[in-house]
């Protein structure tokens, strides 16, 4: 056995084909979950990512055998882990509310990335396990973190009102009803020229009331567009 992982580790016909098959199929697990849920990068992006990683490393590790002894072996890896972060960038999505979107996805490129130079040097064990963590952190973990992103006591919402007026009444209307204002910005105001106003607003809910109460709270009040979570 430990012939047979040395030979693997070495580079040849047969190790390079395990590892490029090895990245397609750690990224692909992670690309899969990330394409059902509708994501920029999906399947096939992240396993692009990580098949161009490992033959990065693989390139490194080419270098120091026939070309240049002496050279780095991370040199190379060190270049994919900084500019795999122009391509995380641009799945990252920021909304009109201040809601940001696809930063899973962005790490999740970046870990394939990493999973990918690991494959490359022959470091099987490593992306194995890390395959495996990723997608457990990003199937299995999600319902752990809704259970308790679902009993946050402090929220921030984006409230959206066809008036000064119209916000400044429902302020008070949150005061009425026992919830804490933490802290309140202005966004848009539109309110001299006939148009809406935007306001950014942080509020502690108490024991007794439910996560759902204040979006309902303020979605009913009079003059009130829009309302949403950050």
């Known amino acids: 056995m430990k012939v047979e992982m040395s030979y693997l580790r070495d580079l040849n016909y047969w190790s390079i084909c395990l590892r490029?098959?090895?990245?397609v199929f750690c990224s692909g697990i992670i690309g899969m979950e990330r394409g059902v849920r509708g994501k920029v990068a999906g399947f096939r992006t992240h396993i692009l990512v990580c098949v161009g990683a490992a033959m990065t490393s693989m390139t490194g590790q080419y270098i120091i055998l026939y070309v240049s002894p002496g050279a780095d072996p991370a040199r190379l890896g060190a270049q994919v882990i900084s500019g795999i972060g122009f391509l995380g960038v641009g799945t990252i999505i920021t909304?009109?509310?201040?809601?940001?979107?696809?930063?899973?996805t962005a790490a999740g490129l970046w870990t394939s990335a990493c999973?990918?130079?690991a494959i490359g040097i022959g470091f099987y064990e490593a992306a194995v396990v890390g395959a495996f963590a990723v997608t457990m952190a990003m199937v299995a973990f999600q319902k752990v973190n809704r259970y308790f992103y679902s009993r946050r006591y402090v929220r921030e919402y984006c409230i959206e009102a066809d008036s000064l007026g119209s916000m400044k009444r429902v302020i008070v209307k949150i005061k009425e009803a026992d919830f804490v204002i933490l802290g309140t910005m202005l966004e848009h105001d539109r309110s001299q020229n006939g148009g809406n106003v935007t306001m950014v607003i942080m509020v502690k809910r108490k024991k007794h009331h439910s996560p759902e109460e204040f979006q309902f709270l303020v979605g009913e009040a009079e003059g009130i567009l829009f309302v949403e979570e950050i």
């Not at 490029?20 to 990245?23: G, K």
């Not at 509310?97 to 930063?103: D, I, M, Q, Y």
């Open 115 to 117: 999973l990918g130079l």
């Open 95 to 104: 909304s009109r509310t201040h809601r940001v979107r696809g930063l899973t």
């Open 20 to 23: 490029i098959l090895l990245a």
